[in-house]
């Protein structure tokens, strides 16, 4: 693992090199950049965008200042363990900056009224969670496990035909960002799958309805992929397979939280959003795709 890791940082490196020359050959814009940084002038100028998988909420129950408060940001959010880890893996002696302005509840619509005022051309690096709320992920997990299985249909039944209508916004709200910051390397991720498949004991929703909610969530990440593959250097970071014998009514150490769990009796909001641990393995995906990606404006 430490191998290919070293091999992406180098193949990734060489891809950044050669993209920035390309650009000063098309008389575009020429920037100054050295093989051995990772973005243009060796730091790392870091904006998260997105809704409460990006902001932190369900990472704990803390939350300082008030727009931290509101927006339910956290410390332990998946940008912020990424951060740490970019910065002390690939670029230990440099000075870096990161500002996550992620919001719980965020649409797509919102990202584009609130928070894409943040990236500008400086920008390296963009992640980004977004498209859940805009179909009720939560909201129908939540509907699933206090009702019956028949209330529990009719929520599947209303959200899996808004996930189609996603598509173009999408992709218009990628292209923005790349409009933004033409440099930037820019990673979208999918989102875990809240239900383990199997018993679940006591919880009402059933295994049925779990099998629809997950394949929901399935429908979800491909559509959010394929538009990432057709977007302008976007890179796919699929958490899910992390989330493995992690998640709701598995048996394990779990990853997501439950209705019942002390960060969602404090924060009812909390309930169906990977808590701490989740949020790292979220992080550790997003680090292989930003790894991954080929930086710097080019032909295509």
Known sequence: ??????????????????????????????????????????????????????????????????????????????????????????????????????????????????????????????????????????????????????VCTQALNEASPQISTLRQPLTDLLAQIRERALVANIVISGYPKIFATGSCGALSISEDNRDRMRGLQETMNDLIREVAEASDRVQYADPDDLFNGHRVCDTGDLWINQVSDAIAQLDTGAAYHPNANGHAAMADAVFEAALGATTGPQAN
């Open 1 to 150: 693992m430490a191998g290919d890791r070293s091999r992406n940082k180098r193949r990734f490196k060489l891809r950044l090199f050669a993209g920035l020359a390309a650009v000063g050959l098309s008389g575009v814009v020429v920037f100054t950049a050295n093989a051995e940084d990772s973005t243009i002038d060796g730091t790392l100028d870091y904006v998260a965008l997105g809704d409460s998988y990006s902001s932190g909420h369900g990472a704990s129950s803390t939350y300082t200042g008030t727009v931290n408060t509101t927006c339910k940001r956290n410390d332990l959010a998946y940008p912020n363990e990424f951060f740490a880890k970019y910065v002390a893996t690939q670029q230990p002696s440099k000075s870096s900056s990161m500002f996550n302005r992620a919001c719980t509840g965020a649409k797509i619509q919102d990202v584009i009224d609130d928070q894409l005022g943040s990236v500008t051309g400086s920008v390296e690096m963009v992640t980004i969670t977004i498209g859940g709320n805009d179909v009720h992920f939560a909201d129908v997990a939540r509907t699933c496990v206090l009702n019956g299985s028949a």
